[in-house]
C-alpha cells in the first residue's frame, strides 16, 4: 500500500484562493461533554463556518450550549443518552432546520442524522452505523440504514439544490483508505457490499471532496486508542463530505486537522473540513 508523510501537512488545494471561502467541517467528538475542552480549543485555533459534530453521547438537556455561544456559534442538536448524537454548529447565526431524522423508518429512534440550511446550502449531519459484528442484526441495520441515506440523498439530488452530506460514514471506500486492508476484510466497515453502498451513493452523481482534491494520497481521519495507532499511522478514512455538482466547482480545499487526534484527552477522529468559493 502507499505510504505519503503529507498527511502531517495542511491538505489544501494549491490553486489560486477566492478572497472569500466557507469552510465546514465535520468531527466525531466521541462525547462531546468529556472531550469538550477539545472541541473548544478546535472551533477556537480553526474557526469554521459550520461544524457537523457526532457521537455526541448525550440527552438533549446535556448539550453544553452555554460553551457552544460563548465560543461563537449558534447550534441544532439531536441527542440520545449515552449513544449517537449529531449537532450542526453555526458561527453568529442559527441553521435553518429541515429535519432531524432520516426518513424511511419511524420505528428508527437512534439520533444519527441533523439536517439544516445554512447560507443557501443543504446540510446533512450523519452517523452512520458501525454494523459489528457480522452477521448479525447490527449489520442488518446499518445496510438498511445505507439504503434509506442513498433513497433520501436521491431526493436531495434531484432538486437541484446545493447539498453537502458529510459525517462519520464508517466505511473506508478503498484500500487506500485503510492501513494494512488485508486485516478488515471481514469488519462491517470493510466488507464488499459496505463499500458497494457507498459507491452507489456516490454514482448518483456526488463528489467525494477528499479525493477530488487528493486522489492519491494516504489520508486518514479515524486512529484506534489501542496499539499506538496515532503514532504509527495506522489509521482509516471513514468520515467523508460529499458534495452535489455546483459545489463541487466551488471546492477550493480540502483537509484533516490530524494534529487535533494527537491532542489530551481527544477524540479517536480527527476533524475533517472542506472551503467552498462564494
Not at 109 to 129: D, F, M, Q, T
Not at 206 to 216: G, M, S, Y
Request: proline fraction near 7%.
Amino acid at each position: 500500500m502507499k505510504t505519503n508523510n503529507s498527511t502531517h501537512l495542511p491538505l489544501v488545494y494549491l490553486s489560486p484562493q477566492p478572497f472569500h471561502t466557507m469552510k465546514i467541517a465535520t468531527y466525531n467528538v466521541n462525547g462531546i461533554n468529556s472531550r469538550l475542552p477539545v472541541l473548544l480549543r478546535w472551533l477556537k485555533e480553526t474557526a469554521p463556518d459550520v461544524a457537523c459534530l457526532q457521537e455526541l453521547k448525550a440527552p438533549h438537556e446535556k448539550i453544553p450550549l452555554r460553551a457552544i455561544e460563548d465560543a461563537g456559534y449558534q447550534a441544532l442538536w439531536h441527542g440520545q443518552k449515552s449513544w449517537n448524537g449529531v449537532a450542526i454548529l453555526c458561527r453568529h447565526t442559527l441553521p435553518e432546520e429541515r429535519c432531524r431524522v432520516l426518513p424511511g423508518d419511524p420505528e428508527d429512534l437512534h439520533s444519527r442524522y441533523i439536517e439544516a440550511k445554512v447560507n443557501g446550502i443543504i446540510i446533512g449531519c450523519l452517523y452512520l452505523p458501525n454494523g459489528n459484528p457480522v452477521p448479525g442484526p447490527k449489520f442488518d441495520y446499518k445496510m438498511r440504514w445505507f439504503e434509506r441515506l442513498t433513497a433520501h440523498a436521491a431526493g436531495l439530488f434531484a432538486s437541484g439544490e446545493d447539498v453537502v452530506l458529510t459525517g462519520d460514514y464508517n466505511v473506508m471506500p478503498t484500500e487506500l483508505d485503510v492501513y494494512k486492508p488485508e486485516r478488515w476484510v471481514k469488519d462491517a466497515l470493510f466488507l464488499p457490499e459496505v463499500r458497494e453502498a457507498f459507491h452507489t451513493l456516490v454514482a448518483q452523481g456526488w463528489t467525494d471532496a477528499i479525493r477530488k482534491l487528493h486522489p492519491e494520497e494516504v489520508i486518514y481521519t479515524f486512529w484506534d486508542f489501542f496499539r499506538d495507532a496515532y503514532n504509527r499511522n495506522a489509521g482509516l478514512r471513514i468520515d467523508h463530505f460529499l458534495l452535489s455538482p455546483h459545489l463541487d466547482k466551488r471546492l477550493v480545499a480540502a483537509g484533516v486537522d490530524r494534529n487535533v487526534r494527537g491532542w489530551e484527552k481527544t477524540s479517536d477522529h480527527a476533524p475533517v473540513w472542506i472551503e467552498l468559493a462564494s
